[in-house]
């Protein structure tokens, strides 16, 4: 049981516009910025998200964060093949003093 | 170029002891904090372990405390996970992953990961 919550799975058709949730309490993202991460099959995670709506470097613009009091969500416009991934919420917990994250949410592009 | 590259990992008994390793270069090693970070296979990610720049500040998951110990070496720009009471539900691919310099983008880069099966 993960303390942020994400949907386990979403879709999408090449073009489409998808979002991803993530919920979670006062003590985590009512509190401090949220992170995304993509995690393509067999490779180590990709930060593509932080501070609820920065991207790094190199991060397309399709890609966009927002947070509202406890929750965030991920948004990806113009859905192409390969953003086919699993995608991850984190924060910071004040409460249990550790970064959390949510169950993950595998992307289909139909 | 960042680089972490984790090693140390391998096959042990329930109960026994490994010393995972993170060998960081292309930054300052010293002025970022950093995690260790596992995936237990087909699962999703957990956060183990966290320490401050100069190692004075550390936190556990519940899940790892008292049986595991972070660790870092600023003048070898090394970070450490000791782990010893293994379980079998200590499996997984073990990642250490580095905190942007705001302190909150944790995740910034990460390294491929080393394995560790705990089984008899």
């Known amino acids: 049981q993960s303390v942020l919550t994400q949907p386990p799975s979403a879709s999408g058709t090449p073009g489409q516009r998808v979002t991803i949730s993530c919920s979670g309490s006062?003590?985590?993202?009512?509190?401090?910025?949220v992170n995304w991460y993509q995690q393509l099959p067999g490779t180590a995670p990709k930060l593509l998200i932080y501070?609820?709506?920065q991207r790094p470097s190199g991060v397309p613009d399709r890609f966009s964060g927002s947070k509202s009091g406890t929750s965030a969500s991920l948004a990806i416009s113009g859905l192409q093949s390969e953003d086919e991934a699993d995608y991850y919420c984190?924060?910071?917990?004040?409460?249990?003093?550790?970064?959390?994250f949510g169950g993950g949410t595998k992307l289909t592009v139909l | 170029e960042v680089q972490l590259v984790e090693s140390g990992g391998g096959l042990v008994q329930p109960g026994g002891s490994l010393r995972l390793s993170c060998a960081a270069s292309?930054?300052?090693?010293?002025?970022?904090?950093l995690n260790w970070v596992r995936q237990a296979p087909g699962k999703g990610l957990e956060w183990v372990s966290h320490?401050?720049?100069?190692?004075?500040?550390?936190y556990y998951a519940d899940s790892v405390k008292g049986r595991f110990t972070i660790s870092r070496d600023n003048a070898k720009n090394s970070l450490f996970l000791q782990m010893d009471s293994l379980r079998a539900e200590d499996t997984a691919l073990y990642y250490c992953?580095?905190?942007?310099?705001?302190?909150?983008?944790?995740?910034?880069?990460w390294g491929q990961g080393t394995p560790v099966t705990v089984s008899s």
């Open positions: 992953a580095r905190v942007g310099r705001d302190d909150y983008s944790m995740g910034d880069y």
């Open positions: 292309g930054f300052t090693f010293s002025s970022y904090e």
């Open positions: 320490i401050s720049r100069s190692g004075s500040t550390i």
């Open positions: 006062n003590s985590n993202i009512g509190s401090n910025p």
């Open positions: 501070s609820n709506n």
């Open positions: 984190a924060a910071w917990d004040d409460s249990l003093k550790g970064w959390v």
